[in-house]
């Protein structure tokens, strides 16, 4: 139902405002890479949820009508969680032990928080891109329930084995999920390189395009001395021992990068792979990291101590969420702000909704989300090479819904379609602060 006109100026206002205060910065240094960040986020609701994970938090750790969490209790409400779980932050990569993974992606916003609250935003993303489809309400209350009973009996599966290191691969998927494997593993290493380099003098270089910038010599340098000290953050069990391995060959500024990451100063970088041979080469990424939304709203007293910047903070999380991460992943920082450094990888695939039309398809697949959900929640606890979180998190979690299980399935799927009822409500009403000129920069 939509608000009445007073109601619609306070939550235009609660927008403008929630908006303005976690991107404001961003918005003064880049104007024109938000103006495309919110004209993407006006496309559709979806879209707006995807880049609204501040407003989320704001909702759900609120006094009004989507805040409160019976479930939680001191353990199981502080715990790794993704952060900005929706159903398109799902797909491959090439792990440690070179096993293709489908996996969740995407850490940006990764904190410690209530394990509800991934569950929450994934379950409204779900009810969204089912209106989006069409479904009747029904079918989409049977999908968040499967997904929520998937997640719930992969938690029990972490309680009764010792074997913590799950995972979705090519050989126990079907479907979709395993299609977007299949993608994964048919992609070279040499197409990603040409698609962004070219031979020169022997050696590959960055290719000079709109998305990319020559850096000048300070710059540069401010670069080389950042990718230096990244080298030290990769753990030793995870570092190449080739002598060459690491040569660092072309740098360029970066643009043109998704919704969550706007307004970001990034690089790439081009370095010397596994030999000299120029399909060896690889591609990083070093991106400034963002504060992540949930630590907006919660105490960050007992947590902000233990990182020492944002990049810090992502990669901490993204190692302890994922067990065998990337092993090019690590942190940096330039004139004291973190940055993220991962490669850019030629087996990254999404997957794909656009053709996932039927709710019987849908439910394979959310099948095999709620269980990769479950998989990041479990790997994060006294398990995993960090201690923030020091106690078993699949005990936590059951303990926090014993014998309430089906009152939990039951809150979560409410909370989903009334929040993407909220969310197609913000969506009409942040295009118009948008086209008012409200939001912090100009729409034309």
């Known amino acids: 139902m939509a608000p009445t006109d007073a109601g619609a100026e306070r939550r235009t206002d609660l927008i403008v405002s929630t908006l303005g205060d976690a991107f404001a910065p961003l918005m003064k240094a880049d104007p024109t890479a938000f103006r495309g960040k919110y004209r993407k986020m006006a496309s559709d609701p979806h879209a707006f949820y995807r880049g609204t994970a501040c407003l989320f938090y704001a909702d759900v750790t609120g006094d009004g009508e989507h805040g409160g969490d019976p479930f939680s209790d001191e353990r199981s409400g502080r715990i790794w969680v993704h952060g900005d779980l929706h159903?398109?932050?799902?797909?491959t990569y090439l792990n440690s032990d070179g096993r293709l993974v489908f996996d969740v992606n995407d850490f940006d916003e990764a904190y410690l928080g209530r394990f509800v609250w991934d569950l929450q935003r994934f379950a409204a993303s779900l009810a969204l891109v089912g209106w989006q489809k069409a479904l009747p309400e029904d079918d989409v209350r049977r999908l968040i329930g499967r997904y929520l009973?998937?997640?719930?009996?992969?938690?029990?599966?972490?309680?009764?084995?010792?074997?913590d290191d799950f995972a979705l691969h090519l050989d126990n998927t079907e479907g979709p999920i395993h299609a977007a494997l299949v993608d994964a593993r048919q992609q070279r290493r040499a197409e990603l390189l040409d698609?962004?380099?070219?031979?020169?003098?022997g050696s590959r270089v960055f290719l000079d395009d709109r998305s990319v910038r020559r850096l000048g010599q300070a710059e540069r340098r401010t670069v080389e001395r950042a990718y230096a000290l990244y080298l030290e953050?990769?753990?030793?069990?995870?570092?190449?021992?080739?002598?060459?391995f690491y040569d660092?060959?072309?740098v360029v500024g970066k643009s043109g990068f998704g919704i969550g990451s706007a307004g970001l100063p990034a690089y790439n970088l081009l370095?010397?792979?596994?030999?000299?041979?120029?399909?060896?080469?690889?591609?990083?990424?070093?991106?400034?990291?963002?504060?992540p939304a949930i630590s907006r709203f919660v105490d960050t007293s007992a947590v902000e101590s233990y990182f020492q910047h944002e990049g810090h903070r992502t990669v901490v999380s993204q190692r302890a969420l994922q067990v065998h991460t990337d092993p090019l992943l690590g942190f940096t920082e330039v004139d004291g702000t973190g940055y993220v450094v991962a490669e850019v990888s030629p087996y990254e695939v999404d997957l794909d909704w656009r053709d996932l039309t039927e709710p019987d398809d849908i439910a394979h697949v959310v099948d095999l989300l709620g269980r990769a959900t479950a998989k990041i929640h479990c790997a994060s606890d006294e398990d995993s090479d960090q201690d923030l979180v020091d106690f078993q998190v699949e005990e936590a979690i059951a303990a926090s819904l014993e014998g309430r299980r089906r009152e939990f399935t039951s809150w979560v799927t409410d909370f989903g379609l009334?929040?993407?009822?909220q969310v197609r409500d913000d969506h009409e009403l942040f295009v118009r602060a948008f086209r008012e000129g409200r939001i912090g920069v100009s729409s034309t």
């Open 87 to 91: 159903v398109e932050n799902f797909g």
């Open 149 to 163: 009973r998937a997640y719930l009996a992969q938690v029990d599966e972490y309680r009764r084995s010792d074997e």
């Open 195 to 201: 698609a962004n380099t070219h031979r020169s003098e």
């Open 233 to 244: 953050s990769i753990p030793e069990d995870r570092r190449s021992d080739r002598a060459l």
């Open 248 to 250: 660092l060959r072309d």
């Open 271 to 291: 370095i010397e792979g596994a030999s000299q041979a120029l399909d060896n080469d690889v591609i990083l990424s070093m991106k400034q990291a963002n504060v």
């Open 418 to 421: 009334s929040y993407a009822d």
